[in-house]
């Protein structure tokens, strides 16, 4: 499946089925009820803080989701799967620590080349000389395990497995055999849409209260299951 059809197909996904659609946004909604009740009842109130702590708990609700739109995909199914909020839950906290430990392998790659190398602790004007190159393999680790992860969050909807999902070896294989250009492409374009959501999102803000609700409910809806669906496909490759 060439990318022009992957993006297709996820691009008209979340259009499939409106009802579960805005389900979907709704509980996105919720994910990020922090923002909603920041622009109900200003920063820093205490409805922001539960705000904040409901909200985490259905960003981990949506991240556990997006993996059985993954499911989805791999299957070759159009329908938008309905909630399971407890197996939700837990999947989206393997999905954290799948992503914790993406996140950490490169920061510690980094800071043992920078022991090893004597950058550490060196004085100022060794570490400034260095900086640019560091930086340079810093930025490229971290890209590269950024596209890991993406594969590791579909080797984890395929088995359910953290342990499947963590095996570098054969995540590597996987980007070898999909095409890393090609994933590095669909990051690129997810990345451009997520830009153009938060843009949209932000005038839609300009409408006081409802503005925020209803631009989090149809955009961070969309954006959510069309991001997992993409992935499931790209993953079929």
Do not use: H
């Not at 570098?168 to 849409?193: A, H, M, N, T």
């Amino acid at each position: 499946m060439s990318l022009g059809d992957v993006l297709s197909k996820s691009l008209s996904y979340p259009l499939s089925d409106l009802k579960n659609f805005l389900i979907v946004g709704i509980f996105t909604m919720l994910a990020s009820l922090a923002t909603v009740c920041d622009a109900i009842f200003g920063p820093n109130s205490g409805i922001s803080f539960v705000g904040a702590i409901i909200g985490v708990i259905f960003a981990l609700i949506i991240a556990g989701y997006s993996i059985t739109v993954i499911k989805k995909a791999m299957n070759r199914s159009n329908e938008i799967p309905s909630f399971d909020f407890v197996n939700n839950f837990v999947d989206g906290i393997k999905v954290l620590v799948i992503a914790i430990v993406y996140l950490f392998i490169p920061l510690i790659i980094t800071f043992a080349l920078l022991i090893m190398f004597g950058l550490v602790g060196a004085g100022f004007n060794n570490i400034a000389a260095s900086l640019g190159i560091w930086s340079f393999l810093a930025i490229i680790l971290f890209i590269l395990f950024g596209i890991f992860e993406v594969i590791a969050e579909a080797r984890f909807a395929e088995s359910g497995s953290i342990g499947y999902a963590l095996s570098i070896g054969q995540v590597f294989e996987d980007v070898k055999r999909i095409g890393i250009i090609k994933i590095i492409l669909f990051l690129i374009i997810s990345i451009i849409l997520m830009f153009i959501v938060s843009f949209i999102i932000g005038l839609l803000a300009i409408i006081p209260v409802i503005g925020v609700i209803i631009a989090n409910i149809i955009l961070g809806g969309y954006f959510t299951l069309f991001y997992g669906y993409a992935i499931g496909l790209l993953y079929l490759e």
